[in-house]
């Protein structure tokens, strides 16, 4: 990938096709909108407008995301305005630092949403999607952000109850710096995938003041990720009944899985009827640690009073599991199921050593 490769973005016809010579500079085209003004994000940014009835510069998510040069790495912001956007929309490798910015009033009034799931025929008849796949948004570039909007998958479960793979994605990131700022991420089994773009490579997420909807390991994958001053919000499943699990995280032994902190697990579901997490060890890989800590968080009296369990024939208990200061009716003492940090080992799992370094800011 060139460094520091710009190329200049042109208003151009709304297909969102960049003319063959535009090669040089990535400048700004457009001003950021209001949400981005209000929160101090870099007015040198570039700037791609999406509205539906026309009056941007693309009418769709992809098409702006299409537009942006292979091997950009300058900052460019595709302000969307309210509305909802049935489509898919990947930001490839190649496509560093793209903000969605929803440029409404409030997170929902710009969704972003589709309906594949893991058993979903391809058009193409080249096979199904698979988990990783059905995602309504995908983000595999370094430097990814998402504000002010939601993203779902409404894929219908109760539908397709004859269909395998029924695991349905709504936003998955594979890539590293990773900032998701007020946002609704909602679906059903396996809504959020924080991922990294391979085993050995660290992707770090920070997630703040939004909501993550869900019933099934609604919160999984291999990143590092730290998911602070929000709400988990419990589902009831397609049936009517309450039952599921909030994280699965598919940790390498030398990484910082998930930390929920300073938020609040709520939802209208039954009493102890879900657990705060189970180990996922993708592909049956002995050699990870699944790890996962809520800590100073608010825990509804949906979670149960062992709050961990095994997955897929591994025992949580030889992973990394914890809570620390949690309140509210969920909440429990320490146990040999239910393993609380020391003070002395909380102050090593804080927002700073997940992030490494990292400080996220809206740009």
Do not use: C
């Amino acid at each position: 990938m060139a460094a520091n490769r710009h190329a200049a973005l042109r208003r151009g016809r709304r297909t969102g096709l960049v003319a063959a010579a535009a090669a040089t500079a990535l400048a700004a085209v457009l001003p950021v909108q209001a949400y981005a003004e209000a929160s101090g994000a870099a007015a040198a940014a570039a700037a791609l407008t999406v509205a539906k009835d026309g009056t941007g510069q693309y009418t769709t998510v992809q098409a702006a995301v299409n537009a942006i040069p292979a091997g950009n790495t300058a900052r460019v912001i595709v302000s969307i305005k309210p509305g909802t956007y049935r489509e898919t929309v990947k930001i490839p490798a190649t496509k560093q630092n793209v903000t969605l910015l929803g440029s409404g009033s409030g997170r929902g009034d710009t969704v972003i949403v589709y309906n594949n799931a893991s058993g979903t025929q391809k058009p193409d008849g080249s096979g199904t999607y698979g988990t990783s796949g059905s995602a309504t948004v995908a983000a595999e570039a370094d430097g990814f952000q998402a504000r002010n909007l939601t993203v779902s998958n409404d894929f219908d479960e109760a539908a397709h109850q004859n269909m395998s793979g029924l695991q349905a994605v709504a936003l998955r990131t594979a890539a590293d710096k990773v900032f998701l700022d007020s946002v609704i991420v909602t679906g059903d089994q396996d809504t959020l995938l924080l991922d990294s773009a391979s085993k050995a490579t660290l992707g770090r997420v920070y997630m703040t003041n939004s909501y993550v909807v869900g019933n099934v390991d609604f919160i999984f994958g291999r990143a590092s990720a730290v998911i602070d001053k929000s709400v988990i919000t419990l589902k009831k499943r397609w049936d009517g009944s309450s039952a599921g699990y909030i994280a699965a995280p598919s940790t390498a032994a030398d990484r910082k899985g998930f930390l929920i902190n300073n938020s609040t697990v709520n939802g209208d579901v039954s009493a102890a009827s879900f657990y705060l997490g189970r180990p996922w060890h993708a592909g049956g890989d002995a050699s990870l640690d699944p790890m996962a800590t809520f800590r100073n968080t608010t825990l509804s009296a949906a979670i149960k009073s062992a709050p961990w369990t095994d997955m897929s024939g591994f025992s949580w208990k030889d992973d990394r599991f914890a809570e620390y200061k949690n309140t509210g009716p969920g909440a429990g003492s320490a146990s040999s199921n239910r393993p609380q940090l020391s003070d002395s080992g909380a102050a090593e799992q804080e927002t700073a050593d997940w992030l490494a370094g990292w400080t996220p800011s809206a740009s």
